[in-house]
């Protein structure tokens, strides 16, 4: 399987929705995948001539809580097993269908089941995922770690098969992926035991320093060669305050100096022309802290350009390549 049919399997994308906000101290990010819909993020796609399936949004009333004994530190453990049970067992049946899952959020504790699902398919068709993590924060602590014990700062570190959560999918199939296959990007407020654990896994960070001094650029293609090296899969973890809080107000843990508008849509246009993107998250987007919509309209553009909205045409290595050439 080459990258190409990454891109091929692209024209079908499946959306759903994760309206999950227990896992952060600020509410509402329940209402953001209703807040993405409004905004129109299916028939961009559609205008794009992509085939979009909406999933609707998932519900855990149903899933009943495991007998495992909840870490000391994990608020709101219970809620967000459910919510990682789900995600996982549903995104790896929407992965089967060969359509790319586009996971719409809710705050980041969703990327514990979206990551494990898609990592859990990859690995089946033999190839290995890696996750840019469009962050302001790491989200590498663990129940041991954490300051504030809210879950939604322990997701990359699950992801990665940290210790301390390890009962939270209970009997499922977990599918960790290596740390060395985690590439923070945009980071500039990671927590001091956080940052020694992510030292000794030597997880790779781009913060914004170094974003001043080389550019989005150069910067994102040292991520695209690193996955096109192994013939890997790219998952996209979309967090709205990667964004600077002047183009994206509507989030819950705003941390200035974050990325701009324009910087945003060149990563967004440059993992476009990879063709190795295999799924997304949207997540943090909290409608009742936005401004008339304003964050919910940005995130939707971003994910426009990452699936190949553009101003002029020109050729690109995923769009360059006639069908059976």
């Known amino acids: 399987m080459t ?77 967000i097993q459910r919510w990682t049970r789900v995600l996982s067992r549903r995104g790896y049946e929407i992965a089967q269908t060969g359509a790319l899952p586009i996971f719409l959020g809710g705050d980041h504790t969703l990327s514990m089941g979206s990551v494990n699902a898609m990592a859990r398919h990859w690995r089946e068709h033999g190839r290995d995922l890696f996750v840019l993590w469009l962050d302001a924060h ?91 090296a192994d013939n890997g899969v790219l998952h996209v973890s979309f967090d709205v305050d990667f964004l600077d809080p002047c183009v994206a107000p509507g989030v819950g843990t705003t941390v200035p100096g974050g990325a701009t508008y324009r910087e945003a849509h060149l990563i967004m246009e440059l993992l476009h022309d ?14 009742f802290l936005d401004e008339r919509g304003r964050t919910a309209r940005t995130a939707v553009e971003l994910i426009g350009s990452l699936f190949g909205q553009q101003i002029t045409d020109r050729p690109t290595p995923s769009n360059a390549i006639a069908p059976g050439e």
């Not at 759903?16 to 129109?40: C, E, N, V």
């Not at 999918?169 to 923070?184: F, M």
């Open 3 to 79: 990258d190409r049919t990454i891109t091929d399997r692209a024209r079908r994308i499946a959306l759903l929705g994760a309206p999950i906000d227990m896992g952060a101290s600020q509410r509402g990010t329940l209402m953001g995948p209703a807040a993405l819909r409004t905004a129109g993020l299916a028939t961009l796609l559609e205008s794009l001539d992509f085939e979009v399936v909406d999933y609707g949004d998932l519900s855990v009333a149903e899933i009943r809580d495991l007998a495992d004994r909840p870490p000391a530190k994990a608020n709101h453990y219970r809620e």
């Open 274 to 287: 990879s063709g190795v993107v295999g799924s997304v998250d949207i997540v943090e987007l909290n409608p």
């Open 138 to 228: 790491a989200d590498y602590n663990t129940p041991e770690t954490t300051i504030t014990a809210n879950m939604h700062g322990m997701s990359a570190a699950f992801l990665c098969g940290e210790a301390g959560l390890d009962g939270l999918l209970g009997d499922d199939a977990r599918a960790s992926i290596d740390p060395g296959r985690l590439d923070l990007f945009g980071a500039r407020s990671i927590d001091k035991l956080e940052k020694e654990l992510m030292r000794a896994r030597r997880i790779r960070v781009v913060d914004m320093r170094q974003i001043d001094e080389f550019g989005v650029a150069v910067l994102i293609r040292r991520v695209i060669e690193r996955v096109k």
